[in-house]
């Protein structure tokens, strides 16, 4: 029996109660509302030659802000996380803490966070390929928004997708669809649950582009996709797999499988309209604005933070920090906690030492009040006094 016909009975036999029936039309999302929560389970796993990484953990995430019903400001927060790189010989891996919420935008074709992961864990960086963590920076909901259809669906249909709409959220908008790409998606089945409509769809699409930079490499993407969940609008899916090919010319090959599992999530009260720019927390101080590797070489510097207005560029190994060696983050954190003013920043750079000077807004100070009133009470009892005495002289 053919793989997806006896994927197909399967799923029939699971979910027999709409096996017939027409769907008015396949809404995999419910309308995108600021303070809409959600937690994600999610992993991701990448291979390349001999080599695999897996990625995975849970993380919130909340809209802040909608423009044109779609999320144009998220509230992202890792709430746990693992890493493991695989080799033929060997295996690694870290744990990363927990993570402090950063607020990130999304616009344009590709719908990017616009951060990477190190810059939403604040620092604690996952040791990482671009490959791994980019599929944190997707827009979670692409896959569902490029599959829903207002025509009536029926078990069994397939209906096509826009290439341009899975390509982007992927591999970013500087790239160029070519010829000969196609994508399709599939109802497999329907049940009735709870009083809502739930389905499975499948995604298949081959898509083939070439990068803005190198126009002449014709690269290849395959895409194979389940998505189980709500199809009438009332909620996100609960779950999401999908498997992703790459080939870039006769040369660079890479297949990654991310799977991501949602439940709703209560509303965060403080969710707000921040920007991305470091800001003062309550608690740590002002945020430095970098993530370095463990040998404190900087891996990412955050737009608009103190380390980029000071000069701090990717590359850089930082020595020190207001007098301060900094060998790890944590010596990085307690440094910035107890800089106040103008700080020098010592660093390697192209093997050679360099100092910059980094500003920090300046620790709280009590009130001019309180600073001169034992001046000004002296001054109001000899104030009081002068009466008396020129009463007194005149006497």
């Known amino acids: 029996m053919a793989p997806r016909l006896a994927l197909g009975l399967l799923l029939l036999s699971a979910l027999p109660a709409l096996a017939q029936d027409e769907v008015a039309q396949v809404k995999l999302l419910p309308d995108a509302k600021k303070g809409n929560a959600e937690e994600i389970d999610f992993s991701v796993l990448a291979s390349y030659g001999a080599e695999e990484e897996e990625l995975s953990g849970k993380l919130r995430r909340e ?29 690694h891996g870290t744990s990363p803490p927990l993570n402090q919420p950063k607020t990130v935008k999304r616009a344009g074709k590709a719908r990017m966070a616009s951060v990477s992961i190190a810059e939403i864990n604040l620092g604690r960086e996952y040791k990482h390929t671009k490959d791994v963590t980019s599929a944190l920076r997707r827009d979670f909901d692409a896959l569902c928004r490029a599959c829903q259809t207002d025509e009536k669906v029926k078990v069994d249909e ?26 399709t998606a599939t109802l497999d089945a329907l049940k009735k649950k709870d009083g809502k409509i739930e389905g499975v769809i499948t995604v298949k699409a081959t898509i083939f582009f070439s990068k803005n930079d190198d126009p002449d490499t014709k690269c290849r993407l ?3 996709a389940t998505i189980r969940g709500p199809v009438d609008g009332s909620g996100p899916p609960k779950k999401e797999k999908v498997t992703i090919s790459f080939k870039e010319g ?40 970098v993530a370095c590797d463990d040998d404190m070489v900087v891996q990412t510097v955050v737009e608009g933070s103190l380390a980029e207005k000071a000069g701090i560029k990717k590359g850089d190994k930082l020595l020190e920090l207001g007098g301060k060696k900094v060998a790890s983050m944590d010596d990085l954190k307690k440094a910035v906690q107890d800089a106040s003013g103008e700080v020098k920043v ?12 980094v500003t920090f807004p300046g620790k709280k100070k009590k009130k001019d009040d309180d600073t001169k009133k034992p001046d000004e009470d002296k001054k109001k009892d000899e104030d009081k006094k002068k009466p008396d005495e020129d009463k007194k002289k005149d006497e």
Request: proline share 5%; net charge negative; aromatic share 6%.
């Open 250 to 289: 006769d040369g660079a090959k890479w297949m990654e499988t991310v799977t991501l599992e949602r439940t709703a999530a209560e509303k965060d009260d403080e969710a707000s309209d921040d920007d991305d720019a470091p800001k003062k927390d309550k608690k740590d101080g002002p945020k430095f604005g």
């Open 158 to 183: 397939k209906w096509g997708l826009e290439p341009e709409e899975l390509l982007y959220p992927i591999t970013g908008s500087k790239v160029k669809l070519l010829e000969g790409s196609k994508a």
């Open 346 to 357: 010592k660093l390697s750079r192209d093997e050679k030492e360099k100092e910059l000077k």
């Open 222 to 224: 395959g895409i194979e």
């Open 63 to 91: 809209i802040v802000a909608v423009e044109e019903d779609l999320p144009s400001s998220e509230k992202l927060t890792i709430l746990s996380g693992n890493y493991q790189h695989r080799e033929q010989y060997s295996s």
